[in-house]
């Protein structure tokens, strides 16, 4: 198994030993945790690696031992048979029950949408409940929109900057537009039709951040008062 599966069966492995079977409270979820959406090439993966870099530098215990998930490792919970077991077997009866219904009335009818992509978004509703990762991507903040301690962020950037950023020299000057927009064309269809939303609206999110302005290691910073604020509000309740 690679490093980061390694990695991830341990995240997984820790949740089980301090919980058994998951049982939080299912509509605070367990800590908090951090969702991504970017325009393609505005940073996502560089801010989750900047917030875990800032969140070490931390003290306290809830900013300990957070986990980076993008858009592969999002999949191999669902396609890595050792990872999916170790996810079905910290689902108790009730959670199960509960996720699925939380899938279902977000995505539509069990008919509607692909088994893969349920069983996808459940892996990541999952994960957000245990908490204490960053989700990058994969329609994170549409599919824990109701967990009150998450944090959702959503990056921008110009073209240019972006076309830079993902290194496409090797493309002509119409072609690498051209790549960046049908990418960014196929994760608009992502959330339009699964979830029925538009990716670029501004309140499915905490914040917008522009990147050609603001570089991601500020953007970090920000998130330890915010991911603070979002703790205390749940746990004054």
């Known amino acids: ?94 959670y199960h029950s509960e996720v699925e219904s939380v899938i279902l009335s977000v995505l539509g009818s069990e008919t509607a949408q692909p088994a893969a992509a349920r069983e996808l978004f459940k892996a990541i509703r999952t994960v957000a409940t245990i908490g204490k990762v960053v989700i990058v991507g994969r329609g994170g903040a549409c599919i824990t929109a109701s967990l009150p301690q998450g944090v959702h962020l959503r990056l921008t950037a110009s073209e240019s900057t972006r076309i830079k950023r993902m290194n496409l020299s090797s493309l002509s000057a119409t072609e690498a537009p051209r790549t960046v ?28 951040w522009n990147t050609d302005r603001v570089p991601v290691e500020v953007v970090a910073a920000t998130l330890i008062p915010l991911i603070a604020h979002r703790v205390k509000l749940v746990h004054s309740k």
């Not at 490792?73 to 108790?92: D, G, H, I, K, M």
């Open 1 to 94: 198994m690679p490093d980061d599966l390694g990695e991830t069966q341990r995240f997984i492995d820790v949740a089980a030993r301090q919980e058994g079977k998951l049982r939080p409270d299912l509509e605070k979820g367990m800590n908090p945790f951090v969702t991504i959406s970017r325009m393609v090439g505005a940073g996502g993966r560089s801010l989750a690696q900047a917030l875990l870099k800032e969140l070490e530098g931390q003290s306290e215990e809830i900013y300990q031992g957070w986990k980076i998930f993008d858009r592969n490792l999002c999949e191999q919970l669902v396609q890595e048979p050792s990872l999916r077991n170790s996810l079905s077997r910290l689902w108790s009866d009730a």
């Open 181 to 208: 927009r049908r990418q960014e064309r196929d994760r608009t269809r992502l959330i339009k039709n699964y979830f029925n939303q538009d990716i670029s609206d501004p309140l499915l999110y905490d914040a917008v």
